[in-house]
């Protein structure tokens, strides 16, 4: 085989393919039921005190905390959708390279602190029920979503406001959707383990 052949052939033969693979839906809905139930044992049995602690009048209480993961659940699956508004990017898998490991490595293990937007920071006007029932109607079309799309999704891709993550891909924010639920989930865990927190 000629020299040029040759290299064409193992460009293409390692060329990134922007559907997901059967590994890939697998992992993003298993994240996405799995951070569900992790959620939902994290508060379960909690009083109303329990529900509404704060450790100090700057601190997220437990309620708090759940109504940011519901609030940043609309947030992410709307980039996702921008993301899958817009055209094809040509080149998704060099800006998008590294990002899906790199979210994988902070997010649920609560690595870097960041100062959530306006838009996904609680307001604790809502009761328990009306969060955790906007919370189950996200995550149910969240899950219908990724189990039915067959857009190439990594080809996709839309803007992070912090410049630490830059062009993301509809994957990965559909993948960003469980990791942010893991993150605060460990802060829920935290709020629980604060020596004044209630005992009932």
Request: net charge positive.
């Amino acid at each position: 085989m000629r020299p040029l052949l040759l290299l064409t052939f193992c460009a293409f033969a390692h060329a990134a393919e922007p559907s997901l693979s059967a590994e890939e839906r697998t992992k993003l809905l298993t994240l996405l039921n799995e951070s569900r139930d992790q959620l939902y044992k994290s508060i379960e049995g909690l009083s109303p005190a329990q529900w509404t602690f704060q450790s100090s009048p700057d601190r997220w209480s437990v309620g708090l905390t759940v109504e940011h993961i519901m609030r940043s659940e609309v947030l992410l699956f709307q980039k996702a959708e921008e993301a899958l508004s817009n055209p094809p990017n040509p080149d998704w898998e060099k800006k998008t390279a590294g990002k899906t490991e790199f979210l994988e490595k902070i997010m649920p293990t609560r690595q870097g602190k960041a100062v959530a937007p306006l838009e996904i920071r609680p307001e604790g006007k809502m009761t328990r029920e009306e969060i955790l029932a906007q919370f189950k109607t996200l995550r149910a079309k969240s899950i219908a979503f990724a189990t039915q799309v067959d857009k190439p999704l990594k080809a996709y891709t839309s803007e992070h406001p912090f410049p630490v993550f830059n062009t993301l891909n509809a994957y990965q924010w559909l993948l960003y959707i469980p990791w942010h639920n893991q993150r605060h989930i460990k802060q829920i865990e935290e709020v629980k383990s604060h020596l004044e927190f209630p005992k009932s």
